[in-house]
């Protein structure tokens, strides 16, 4: 889950990383009053969205009076903020964020990550940061100094510092960029976060260090563990048919293929779609059914794969548990074709608790199926299925 940037800055500053002034504003008379509370020489009005690249986009304006912030926000609230991560579609503004100026002597890049080859957490960071870090360091990969942590242990602050005199800083800034640090990797572990990045950590002229922009992302499958955070979710940057499947309790994916597949277990999932595209297939999307979801649950994800536009086949890889046996997931099913009246070819895999009971339901359903025994052949018929290679008409 990405957060918008006055979440995480909020987020930090309880771990005393030190942020600029700042609140939210959603009209540009609130800007204005936000600018005069914060009584600065001069302040930095930024649109709200989930997208880099937003300076160069006119998505970032340093002003120098309360008016100015005002009308820097009336020009952005409501437009479509088109970066050069966007996508052409962009990101309309609807919030943004007023918060006093700093006068910055060096600009750093700070960021805390997984490092995926090494498996471990890692502090990355360089001495240069700023608007044009990314290509900047596409250019010049030597630039960037990689410190990798234990999340099992606090980082030793000897090494903390020593990281920070690889950043040219010395003495008492030396002493803060440790803090800092070590709050960050607190934060990183105590939130579940993947990613956590401060450009630029401005170092100021009278010698501190503080975060002007933050992007912070958390792990999706860590939130049942943070609900306090779950609830920061931005619905507006939800696909709206994901958000529907998770509102009954299973996950939907959308790809760009035209079999469209429905399985129980995340690692079955990632299977089913290796082998599909292995044997020249295309999943139009997946669906994971949670173990706790019910047959009605269950119905409405199968009415979403069903409604992707394009579906040539359904491929339903289903291997039964304790809590999500066969005939739950066929129950689902049968509900879904008979309200959705979907014609399409399905193909069949039921391993596990209740598969022949769950085979028996759907033929007393009237559902016409390919019944596979295994997933190899499962996927083969999905694949003959889509290119036409196969007829539809089941066994």
Known sequence: MNLHEYQAKEILSHYAIAIPKGRMASTADEAGAVAREIASKKFAVKAQVHTGGRGKAGGVRIVAT???ARDA????LGSVLVT??????GSQVSQVYVEAGEDVAQSLYVALLI????GQMALVASREGGEDFEELAARNP???????????APPARKALKGFAGKLGLSGALADSAADLFRALA???VDLDASLIEINPLAVTEDGRLVALDVKMVLDDNALARHPELAVLRDQDDLDPVELEAQRHEVNFVRMDGDIGVAVNGAGLALATNDMLVEAGGRPANFMDIRTTATSLQISRGFDLVLKTPGLKVLLVNIHGGGMTPCDTVAEGLGISIRRTGAKLPIVLRLAGNNADFARRFLKNCGVVFHDAQDM????ATAVALARGTKKGAAK
Do not use: C, T, W, Y
């Open 66 to 68: 309360s008016e100015s």
């Open 84 to 89: 050069d991560q966007s996508g052409p579609k």
């Open 73 to 76: 926000a009336r020009a952005m």
């Open 115 to 118: 490092d995926q080859k090494a």
């Open 376 to 379: 190899n052949e499962a996927v």
């Open 142 to 152: 030597e630039m960037m100094v990689i410190l990798p942590l234990d999340a099992a």
């Open 186 to 188: 607190k934060a990183f």
